[in-house]
């Protein structure tokens, strides 16, 4: 699809929006983990406006839309989206919050799914609409479901243990000293939503995205080490000796939102302040819990590393430093053979 084929795609939201009794939607580049990186299946704002790059997100209204990209983009969002369908502002010097500020009309209810954008990005974003007296409205439904007819399925990427000899601690080891530190901090339950800090505290490597080596998954763990692990079975194999996984729990990714609110009902539930989704954030309170909004222990935990990591990442330098060499090895000889015989190098 060229960036001249996407009046279609627009056409179809707007008709999306007029059902749901929107006037706006908001369509961030990320998924629910807040990946730079996303699957197929998530990359909305591309197949909404062609632009491909990493940081973004559009403004889509009954009459116009609008695309913001940082300073990194000024150029390529000229040369993948079309003009005469999107205005081109810039993410952080002209951000949405205050176009929103300035610009939106009071009445307006402007749709978000809050599974796909962070507490900090969001109350600005709501700020920005009660400031002119909009509405920002949280979606019970994902429009591309409905506007996206070949939309590529969820990833399904396989995911492989990692040995406690490469990771130099067993994954039981760091839950228990995880959920000290979550009890030593005056709460009740961790929730993880980013795809690292999971694939380290389990020991487990995926492939859900090329180039990320972690699976998509969300996590519960309680100060009292219990651990419930939101993740599509299909992507762990049929043997599950293979895993350290007899002290967790296993459960769909769509029911997380659903068992979050059972697990954090009066509780206080620490919650990453940079990376959770706002859904998030909104269930906790909406349960009766308490927020312990803060850096995720296991982040900090994952900074220091077992002499087993260590000497990995020696080993890995080894062999990288092998394979180019050995590639430029084979360049200085390949090259000029195939300049004499005038062939390319390609």
């Given at each position: 699809?060229?960036?001249?084929?996407?009046?279609?795609?627009l056409?179809?939201?707007?008709?999306?929006m007029d059902?749901a009794?929107?006037?706006?939607l908001?369509?961030?580049?990320?998924d629910a983990?807040?990946?730079?990186v996303t699957?197929?299946h998530?990359d909305?704002?591309r197949?909404?406006?062609?632009?491909?790059g990493s940081?973004?997100?559009?403004?889509v209204l009954?009459?116009?839309?609008?695309?913001?990209?940082?300073?990194?983009y000024?150029v390529?969002?000229?040369q993948?989206v079309d003009?005469?369908?999107?205005?081109i502002h810039h993410?952080?010097d002209?951000?949405?919050?205050?176009w929103?500020?300035?610009h939106?009309q009071?009445g307006?209810?402007?749709g978000?799914?809050?599974?796909?954008?962070?507490?900090s990005?969001?109350?600005?974003?709501?700020?920005?609409?009660?400031?002119?007296?909009a509405?920002?409205?949280?979606?019970?439904?994902?429009p591309f479901d409905a506007?996206?007819?070949?939309?590529?399925?969820p990833?399904?990427?396989?995911i492989?243990a990692?040995s406690?000899?490469?990771?130099g601690?067993?994954?039981?080891?760091?839950?228990?000293r995880?959920a000290?530190s979550?009890?030593?901090?005056g709460?009740?339950?961790?929730?993880?939503?980013?795809p690292?800090?999971?694939?380290?505290?389990?020991?487990v490597r995926?492939?859900?995205?090329?180039?990320?080596?972690v699976?998509h998954?969300?996590l519960?763990?309680?100060?009292?080490g219990?651990l419930?692990?939101?993740?599509?079975?299909?992507k762990?194999?049929n043997?599950l000796d293979?895993y350290?996984?007899?002290?967790?729990?296993?459960s769909?990714?769509e029911?997380?939102?659903?068992r979050?609110?059972a697990a954090?009902?009066g509780?206080?539930?620490v919650?990453?302040?940079?990376f959770a989704?706002?859904?998030?954030?909104?269930g906790?309170?909406?349960?009766?819990?308490?927020?312990?909004p803060?850096?995720?222990?296991i982040?900090?935990?994952?900074?220091l590393k077992t002499?087993?990591?260590?000497?990995?990442?020696r080993d890995c330098h080894?062999?990288?430093g092998?394979?180019v060499?050995d590639?430029?090895a084979?360049?200085?000889?390949?090259a000029?053979a195939r300049q004499?015989a005038?062939r390319?190098?390609?």
């Amino acid at each position: 699809m060229t960036k001249n084929d996407r009046a279609p795609v627009l056409a179809a939201l707007r008709g999306w929006m007029d059902s749901a009794g929107l006037d706006g939607l908001i369509v961030p580049r990320t998924d629910a983990h807040q990946s730079e990186v996303t699957a197929p299946h998530d990359d909305c704002l591309r197949h909404l406006s062609g632009f491909s790059g990493s940081a973004g997100l559009a403004l889509v209204l009954k009459d116009k839309a609008l695309i913001f990209v940082d300073g990194r983009y000024q150029v390529q969002v000229r040369q993948e989206v079309d003009p005469s369908l999107f205005e081109i502002h810039h993410l952080h010097d002209d951000p949405l919050d205050r176009w929103l500020k300035d610009h939106a009309q009071s009445g307006w209810r402007i749709g978000i799914d809050t599974m796909l954008v962070g507490g900090s990005l969001y109350d600005r974003l709501a700020g920005g609409c009660t400031a002119s007296g909009a509405e920002l409205v949280t979606l019970d439904a994902d429009p591309f479901d409905a506007v996206w007819h070949d939309r590529p399925l969820p990833p399904l990427g396989a995911i492989r243990a990692m040995s406690p000899d490469v990771a130099g601690e067993t994954a039981a080891g760091k839950q228990v000293r995880i959920a000290e530190s979550v009890r030593q901090g005056g709460a009740d339950v961790l929730v993880e939503t980013l795809p690292d800090n999971i694939a380290w505290l389990l020991n487990v490597r995926g492939s859900d995205v090329p180039m990320n080596p972690v699976p998509h998954s969300f996590l519960l763990l309680g100060a009292n080490g219990g651990l419930e692990w939101f993740v599509d079975r299909r992507k762990l194999g049929n043997d599950l000796d293979t895993y350290e996984l007899s002290d967790v729990t296993l459960s769909p990714p769509e029911r997380f939102l659903d068992r979050l609110a059972a697990a954090v009902a009066g509780k206080t539930a620490v919650i990453d302040a940079d990376f959770a989704p706002q859904a998030v954030r909104a269930g906790i309170l909406a349960a009766g819990g308490r927020l312990a909004p803060q850096t995720s222990p296991i982040t900090l935990a994952k900074a220091l590393k077992t002499s087993a990591e260590l000497q990995g990442f020696r080993d890995c330098h080894l062999e990288d430093g092998t394979a180019v060499t050995d590639f430029l090895a084979w360049l200085s000889e390949e090259a000029p053979a195939r300049q004499r015989a005038g062939r390319p190098l390609t």
